[in-house]
């Protein structure tokens, strides 16, 4: 047994009070010969959870792009959790490792098991808060990895890069992003349960492992006259937008989506006239939680944001037109 090896089971024994009973994993000679020589594994239970450790026979230091990659082409062998293993890791790396997601231990400093929901560093355990909703942020921060395809990739962003994109504070996008990975811990940690796990998921994994998360973008509608009203700022939304993606019938009135901001400004004019219900010559205005303009298209709000705004409906055409809907998105 290596020292290394000896150090990890010490440290999971300090801080853990745990004894990883450490074997080897035999069906490593399965994995491509690089992989063989690159590192050592070994098989063990982590409270409950089947793990394979992979331990760096290198000394020197690996990017984090390419560690995560040698680490899910293990996983796609063994079909459980692989735990990379080495005796340092610079800070920088440590970050960039964790933002991906990969679970790492570096003896005597830090554990990172996301799956687990564990970050212990210099012995301090760290709990992720727990999301029932996706905050505003969270949601279009989410919807623009899904979007631009950027979500799979070694480099997501980070919360500085997307607050410029989309129009949030550093603050807010960095509370996103540890939303977005305590949403995902939770997520695996209820497939697991339920033998429904998949590794390293695509746009639309992603999409479907987050749906307890997702919100409706909609926080208030209002029925306006359509005389008085003035569409060319909005983006058609609802039953609208979604006769225009499939084949739905148009609803009896027009629906527009318009930002919080947008209908402030809106409300200040004296020529906007507010009904009690809808009617012929009513249009409806919904207000959103996160400007519409972010992914809409054409004038027509995205299929992702307009799905969830509607996927309480009970219509029977509606929720056949919502399945059409998704099949559309290029994921």
């Not at 960039?96 to 400093?109: C, D, H, S, Y």
């Not at 929901?117 to 808060?129: G, M, S, V, Y």
Request: glycine share 4%; charged share 25%.
């Amino acid at each position: 047994m290596s020292i290394l090896l000896e150090q990890l089971i010490q440290y999971f024994q300090d801080i853990l009070n745990v004894t990883l009973d450490v074997r080897s994993w035999d069906e490593s000679r399965r994995l491509p010969f690089f992989l063989q020589d690159s590192y050592s594994y070994y098989r063990t239970d982590l409270h409950g959870l089947d793990v394979v450790l992979m331990v760096d026979n290198d000394a020197a230091e690996h990017s984090p792009a390419m560690i995560r990659k040698h680490v899910y082409q293990v996983r796609e062998k063994c079909g459980c959790e692989v735990v990379y293993v080495h005796h340092r890791v610079s800070a920088y790396n440590r970050k960039r490792l964790i933002e991906q997601g990969v679970p790492f231990v570096i003896p005597a400093n830090q554990l990172y098991c996301p799956m687990l929901a564990i970050d212990l560093r210099e012995h301090f355990r760290q709990k992720q808060k727990s999301v029932q909703k996706f905050s505003p942020a969270t949601q279009a921060l989410v919807l623009h990895w899904l979007y631009t395809h950027h979500y799979s990739d070694a480099d997501r962003g980070t919360p500085t890069e997307m607050a410029k994109v989309l129009g949030y504070s550093k603050m807010t996008m960095s509370r996103a992003f540890k939303e977005v990975d305590a949403a995902l811990v939770t997520a695996l940690i209820n497939e697991r349960h339920t033998n429904d796990f998949k590794y390293d998921p695509r746009e639309r994994e992603l999409w479907q492992r987050l749906q307890p998360f997702w919100r409706s973008p909609v926080n208030q509608r209002h029925y306006l006259l359509k005389g008085e009203f003035d569409r060319r700022p909005f983006w058609r939304a609802g039953l609208s937008a979604l006769a225009n993606y499939t084949m739905l019938a148009e609803p009896g009135h027009e629906i527009y989506a318009i930002s919080q901001n947008e209908w402030k400004i809106m409300g200040q004019r004296e020529d906007v006239v507010m009904l009690d219900r809808p009617d012929s010559q009513a249009v409806e205005v919904e207000i959103w939680a996160y400007a519409p303009s972010l992914f809409g298209r054409d004038h027509m709000v995205d299929p992702l944001s307009l799905y969830l705004s509607l996927r309480d409906n009970r219509d029977e055409r509606v929720e056949s037109a919502l399945e059409q809907l998704l099949e559309q998105v290029s994921w």
